[in-house]
């Protein structure tokens, strides 16, 4: 589904992708004017517990309606100064850079900004990050192991690895990956290298785990995924009973992006302290540290690192020299994959 038709659906189509996105039933709770309303582009899974903890440690009610980033801000958009939303925590910088450029976000105070790392909040202070994610190159050693000696990923595009790909391109991580080729390469450069990747045709999963799992099973050679999939995989089974391993291109291209996962506040909303509070949470010791070990992502609050993963330490990657903010054409990257054949 691409944003533009996102953007189109109408009113009861939207209610419909959010119950199904949701996994809830016709008798689902009613969103309260009273609660803290989060609208999560993050896996359920993965940030349940954390948000728990938010309500257990604030005493703030709390209600979470799931779904992926890119129809979330879809319906932000959609549901405009009516939506019941106070706060948006995607999983990619593209989707939070699209609602803030609708003015569907509100201004962050400097103090919640001067949180994070450098170059890891929105310039415009819509949004700030609260973990990272490092693209990385997963690989069978009996099939790839030349894959060790890749600077780019460009060199997935050789015709040795046809029918030997893994991606995701529904996933909201490799579309911010497509948006990162789009500034790096152009229109035109990042449409080539599409019809390049189609061309050596590509298996499609529909998230990271499953290309991964492809990549373990000997299904595919290699996969396009994040660096967490591998070490939360890792830390399940030990390293010995992981067969793929992954590669970090440490270069200036768009193979070696690190996006963020972030939250905003959504421009109206009468929980904006609240919510503010909420991001403060993220941001806290307590959410970097369940950053660092439940997910395996990189704490963008310095001081904190893992005690489960041993993680290649963020500052020591050399990553694709790209501002962040310029990952919101979300919707042209949709219709350029739409366009390609590949979603």
């Not at 460009?154 to 046809?162: G, N, Q, R, T």
């Not at 391993?245 to 768009?254: M, S």
């Not at 904190?304 to 962040?324: F, G």
């Amino acid at each position: 589904m691409s944003f533009r038709r996102a953007l189109a659906m109408s009113a009861a189509a939207l209610i419909a992708l959010t119950t199904a996105a949701c996994g809830a039933d016709d008798g689902e709770e009613p969103l309260s004017d009273d609660a803290l309303v989060i609208y999560s582009g993050r896996n359920e899974n993965l940030v349940k517990p954390l948000l728990e903890r938010l309500e257990e440690k604030t005493g703030i009610d709390v209600q979470v309606r799931y779904g992926g980033s890119s129809e979330m801000a879809a319906q932000l958009l959609e549901e405009g100064e009516g939506t019941k939303a106070d706060l948006f925590f995607s999983q990619d910088a593209g989707a939070l850079g699209a609602v803030g450029r609708a003015g569907r976000l509100e201004t962050l105070p400097g103090a919640t900004l001067g949180q994070v790392r450098e170059g890891f909040a929105d310039e415009n202070a819509h949004w700030v990050a609260t973990s990272a994610r490092a693209r990385v190159i997963a690989y069978d050693p009996a099939q790839a192991p030349e894959v060790t000696e890749m600077t780019t990923v460009d060199a997935v595009l050789d015709p040795a690895y046809k029918g030997k790909i893994g991606i995701a391109p529904t996933n909201a991580s490799f579309q911010s990956f497509v948006t990162a080729l789009r500034v790096t390469k152009g229109e035109d450069g990042a449409r080539q290298w599409l019809e390049k990747l189609q061309a050596n045709e590509p298996k499609t999963y529909d998230n990271n785990l499953l290309v991964l799992d492809a990549v373990e099973s000997g299904q595919v050679a290699l996969g396009l995924v994040n660096h967490y999939y591998w070490y939360e995989r890792v830390a399940e089974k030990g390293a010995a009973g992981v067969k793929a391993r992954i590669h970090f291109l440490n270069a200036d291209d768009p193979g070696a992006l690190v996006n963020v996962a972030g939250a905003g506040v959504i421009a109206g909303s009468p929980q904006k302290e609240a919510a503010l509070t909420a991001i403060d949470f993220l941001l806290s010791p307590e959410g970097q540290q369940y950053f660092a070990d439940e997910t395996a992502e990189y704490p963008v609050v310095e001081g904190v690192s893992s005690t489960r993963h041993d993680l290649v330490p963020l500052d020591q990657l050399t990553r694709a020299s790209i501002d962040l903010n310029q990952l919101d054409s979300l919707d042209a990257t949709l219709a350029l994959l739409d366009e390609v054949g590949l979603t």
